[in-house]
């Protein structure tokens, strides 16, 4: 009963939450031009987690199959969307920056050199994650009761997410989750995953390290794990994918290469600020419109779905209020 | 660099020396001259456009630089602020606001000083240069005289030079400017610069500069910017106000209180939105629009080139200029991510590196930024013809017109390179050219 009563409870503070995010976005959205995109994504990533949150806690569970057919296929047409505007991992991360801008803290940036180097060896990245189960379960198989294979068949150990859809796992989750407090089940992206490959003895400090570096890392450096992130190698390997997609347009002679789009970038992405014009599609490339936004001179960079402007730069010149 | 001891009597490198009772001849002659150029100008531009607007008698006002504004900063002096000079556009005014100085440019653009210069320069040199020279010899620039340091950003030649010679008598804090500016060593380098800057300008004025004080100065900046855009806004259409007139605001903004500006500058666009609302254009409608780009044109006489195209018979009309005496001092805004002091610091850095088309840069494709702002601008402007204005000596700009040339001859808009000194003597001569290049405009439209 008392987990029902909390579950509800919870519930209504999610709610109550997402209206007051509404409608504060809303206001940002009247006042000030710099930061509109930002917190109407904020906003729809607070309602996907939430629905994601309610999807897997309260209805049936959707065939993982399903949803990762469902991703691809936004990712075909919106590239990678998903990570920008949806993924309940990188609202932990955004928040994490927005309490770092609170605190007035600065942040890091990687190396431009790695960033682009991590970028470009995603397959071997995503080759890794998909062979350390494997790796694992030759270290120590008696822990495994499932053979790895059948993991890597986009079938976890415990439960029916694996790593390709583990950023979806929100912090409260109906399984047994790694902690659990007052009846609720608490997890965090890749826990289980890490305790179930590995054995909990050791997968719990494994977990609770990768929980610590991803913690620490989003505080300092903006959206760390997206630059590793699986699901977001295997989207990047699908946006290639160059039909009708939405891609950054900039107009080379509006241009004057301030580097305002470079510096806002939040995965740092060079290619809007390096190339001379025209589409940019890199794979990189989340979306998340900060770029266009934060463009000062108006339409120099538009974001286009066909041939159909979704969002063009302006002039955004009004002093910031949300401080 | 200690603040060198004014009193002390400090034997000059460069400058000779002048008794003073010779100086404060030369002062009051060429001081003279100079307010009777002042109100000369004014004059011609109320006269060129009878429905002036009120707005602009504030702007008048400013514009005499031994008037209202020297005994502002004069006053301000007195209660122990601290000005703060510069030459180049690139000195960050935002952190001399944030530490409670007064940001002044004291680029100098009397004709008759230039000459005074010649006594210490070759006359190969700019005169921009030479005039600044000759203006601190007499110490006839209110500005100049009240700063109590100078930032000079070492963009050509001639400003290294001059940071030298005029470190005779002022303190003087050179930035070293990367030349090419799109890679990031520079921007690091640059980046470096601005930070040390600002540690000179604490230690200088005694004032931190906190990140309050900093988000502060730089939305000054921002809104200040705004307006700038809200008049560029206004000059896409049929002209509503005259090219000079435009101009002049927008070159107070180096000296006038930035606040202040702002507000009078609101006035003016209201005033302006009002007239093209009721269609009362400044000139007709189909005189030929034309951009000047190039050289700087300092206030006061250096004004001959906007006057001659304006009064010129055919007439025309200066809808945009691209110019660090002009557009060019507000046109780029900070951009800023985060109001963290870092942030606020790379974000200034990269606004005054990377935004700016000043010839003295470039990059893997040249300047290419200032081709392509050119191009938008003649496109957004709808110019219908450039005027390439160049002083001799002034290399950067020269040689650049070769480039700017072929860019815009693919668009079809014809380039006049004028090339002219600081002198009056070629006034008529400049008439001719200007009147048979507005000719030729018009026949253009025409057809």
Known sequence: VAGELIGDILRLTVLAGLGTAGILAILI??????????????????????????????????????????????????????????????????????????????YRIIPDRLNKALHKSRYLILLAFLLIPVLLWFLDPQELLISPLVALRLAGHYSAYSILLDPLITLIVPWTGPITVAGINLSYPYVQNIIAYTGSEVGQYLAISFVAITLFGAFFIRRAWCRFCPTGISLAAVSQIRGLRVYVDKNEEKCTKCGVCK???????????????????????????????????????????????????????????DE | MRKKDMTKNVEKKFLPEISRKEMDELKNTVKAASLKIIADNIERMKKADPHRPEAMKYFD????????????????????????????????????????????????????????????VPVEVCPVIRSTIGAKMIELSPFLEQSDALISVLTCDGMTKLSEILADTKTIWGMNIPRVKDSTQSLRFWNDEIKHMKNQIETFTGNKITRKNLKHSIEISHRATKVFRRLQELRKGNPVIMGRDAMLVNQTYSWDDKQRWTEKAEALCDELEKRAANKDWVVSPDTPRVMVTGTPMFWPDNWKLPTLVE?????????????????????????????????????????????????????????????????????????????????????????????????????????????????????????????????????????
Not at chain 1, 32 to 40: D, G
């Open chain 1, 263 to 321: 510096r806002v970038c939040p995965v740092q992405v060079t290619e809007v600020y390096e190339q001379k014009g025209g589409k940019i599609l890199t794979s990189q490339c989340m979306v998340c419109a900060r770029c266009v936004e934060m463009c000062p001179y108006e339409d120099a960079l538009r974001i286009k779905l066909g041939k159909k402007t979704v969002f063009r730069s302006r002039n955004w010149l009004k002093p910031s209020n």
């Open chain 2, 61 to 120: 006002n400013i514009a005499n630089l031994f008037g209202q504004r020297q005994e502002e900063i004069q006053a301000e002096k007195e209660k122990g602020k601290k000005v703060i000079g510069y030459m180049c556009l690139f000195a960050p005014t935002e952190l001399i606001t944030a530490a409670d100085a007064i940001p002044v440019r004291v680029n100098s653009g009397w004709y008759d000083t230039s000459k005074l210069g010649d006594r210490v």
């Open chain 1, 29 to 106: 959205w009247k006042k000030n031009l710099a930061m509109r995109v930002t917190f109407l994504r904020l906003v729809i990533q607070a309602v996907a987690f939430a629905a994601i949150f309610y999807m897997y806690t309260y209805s049936a569970l959707i065939p993982m199959l399903y949803e990762l057919i469902v991703l691809f296929a936004i990712t075909i047409v919106l590239g990678r969307y998903f990570c920008g505007w949806l993924c309940p991992f990188a609202l932990i991360m955004d928040i994490e920056s927005l309490v770092r801008r609170a605190l007035k803290i600065r």
């Open chain 2, 311 to 447: 009064e010129g018979n055919p007439q025309g009309i200066i809808v945009a200029d691209e110019q660090c005496s002009g557009e060019r001092i507000l046109n780029d805004p900070i951009g800023i991510d985060e109001w963290s002091m870092d942030d606020m610091l790379n974000a200034m850095s990269e606004r005054y590196l990377m935004a700016s088309t000043c010839p003295c840069f470039t990059s893997k494709d040249g300047n290419e930024d200032r081709i392509n702002w050119l191009t938008t601008k003649v496109k957004d402007w709808k110019v219908q013809g450039v005027v390439y204005y160049v002083v001799r000596g002034c290399m950067l700009y020269a040689m650049e017109y070769a480039r700017v040339k072929k860019a815009l001859d693919k668009i079809n808009v014809p380039v006049y390179y004028l090339d002219t000194e600081y002198t009056r003597e070629d006034v008529g001569q400049m008439k001719t050219r200007i009147e048979a290049f507005l000719e030729m405009l018009n026949a253009r439209i025409d057809l």
